[in-house]
Every structure is written in structure tokens, then in C-alpha cells.
């Protein structure tokens, strides 16, 4: 797996927020446990956004 030393961008953090938020709605996760899934839902938008601009680019 490549490690991306660039900082998050806005988009990336709100998009984990709003994954946060839903978790926290469905009861799927504490709220005392942000603190420790919010820096892995960051990660994971991440992630996210490289497969599907890896996946546009295969496409054309």
C-alpha cells in the first residue's frame, strides 16, 4: 500500500464526518470512540477517492 504524506483536504474530512455522523446514528459505534475512527475514516476517504480515480482512468 502507498503511504500519502500530502494533508487531508476539506472534502476529505467532511466526507468522514459524515460517515462518522450515520455510525453514530445507526448506533454502530460510540461516541467516546471518535476521537480513535475519525483519523482511520480520514484514511479511508482517502482511499476511497484513489480506487475510484484509479477505476475513470482504466474506463478511458
Known amino acids: 500500500m ?8 476539506h472534502v476529505h ?5 459524515r460517515r ?3 455510525a453514530i ?3 454502530q459505534i460510540l ?4 476521537p480513535k475512527i475519525y483519523p482511520a475514516m480520514l484514511h479511508l ?12 482512468k482504466a474506463v478511458l
Not at 13 to 17: C, D, E, G, M, P
Open 20 to 22: 462518522l455522523h450515520k
Open 31 to 34: 461516541y467516546s470512540d471518535v
Open 45 to 56: 476517504e482517502r482511499y476511497v477517492e484513489r480506487l475510484n480515480h484509479k477505476g475513470k
Open 25 to 27: 446514528i445507526r448506533n
Open 13 to 17: 474530512s467532511f466526507r468522514a464526518l
Open 2 to 9: 502507498k503511504i500519502v504524506s500530502v494533508p487531508f483536504t
